[in-house]
């Protein structure tokens, strides 16, 4: 092989080596732009998500927010709503409290709607009624019972037909009643100050020792049966408002 053979047989081989070698580098340049391809869309895929989990949670927490304010809205209507109907209740209760005082000046009007008809003795009558139920509920055989001033002399009328009643029905001997002279009740609307303690009638009685007390006043005997019918009345009254 003469020296222009070697020569092209050493040109042949550089231009297939070199050929391979750009084949090589078209081979790498093409897988590297395939990996950066993909990295890139898993980065942008990863940044959409992660955008996505953002804007959700801060959709749910907008929602819990209207939720919250809607849920604090609707308490504060109810409030308004019972605040509104014990305002209601309480002043029905006001307007009883005033027209008790009715009962013991024995107005014919009140008692007609109490159905006791025209009774000039109906109050001196009502307190014999109320130390009877008292004296039943005490069971004591001596009892301090303390009055307005002004019944006075309903409660001396009626003390001994009260005494003898009582021990009819307990089958016991009459009990000492000692009436309390020094120490009344306090007075009824038309005599007290605007903001002093007042009685409209009844009469309150306690053990000799003091240590049971029971009030049978028109005051608390209104009490009594304004909480045990505050149901019934809420739903005579409030039957037809929705919850």
Do not use: W
């Not at 819990?64 to 604090?72: D, Q």
């Not at 002043?91 to 009962?103: F, P, R, T």
């Not at 009140?110 to 005490?138: A, T």
């Not at 020792?209 to 009254?237: M, Q, S, W, Y």
């Amino acid at each position: 092989m003469n020296d222009a053979d070697v020569s092209k047989q050493i040109l042949q081989m550089v231009r297939f080596i070199r050929q391979e070698a750009e084949e090589k580098a078209n081979e790498i340049s093409v897988s590297a732009e395939e990996e950066f391809n993909i990295e890139k869309l898993q980065l942008v895929e990863a940044e959409k998500k992660k955008i996505r989990q953002e804007y959700e949670k801060k959709e749910k927490q907008v929602e819990i927010r209207k939720k919250i304010e809607y849920s604090m809205q609707l308490n504060a209507s109810r409030i308004k709503v019972l605040q509104a109907q014990d305002d209601l209740v309480n002043e029905m209760k006001d307007e009883a409290v005033k027209s008790l005082v009715n009962v013991s000046k024995g107005h014919h009007h009140l008692l007609e709607f109490l159905h006791f008809g025209h009774h000039e003795n109906f109050y001196r009558d009502l307190i014999k009624d109320l130390i009877v139920q008292s004296l039943l509920r005490l069971k004591e055989p001596g009892v301090l019972l303390r009055c307005r001033k002004e019944d006075k002399h309903f409660v001396d009328e009626v003390i001994d037909s009260a005494r003898r009643e009582y021990a009819e029905k307990a089958k016991v001997a009459p009990p000492e009643v000692f009436v309390d002279e020094d120490v009344y009740l306090p007075a009824g609307p038309d005599h007290h100050h605007s903001h002093g303690l007042i009685c409209s009638g009844g009469v309150v009685l306690a053990s000799k020792d003091g240590k049971i007390v029971f009030e049978n006043t028109l005051d608390a005997r209104l009490e009594v049966v304004f909480h045990k019918k505050l149901p019934e009345i809420r739903k005579l009254l409030f039957s037809n408002i929705a919850e």
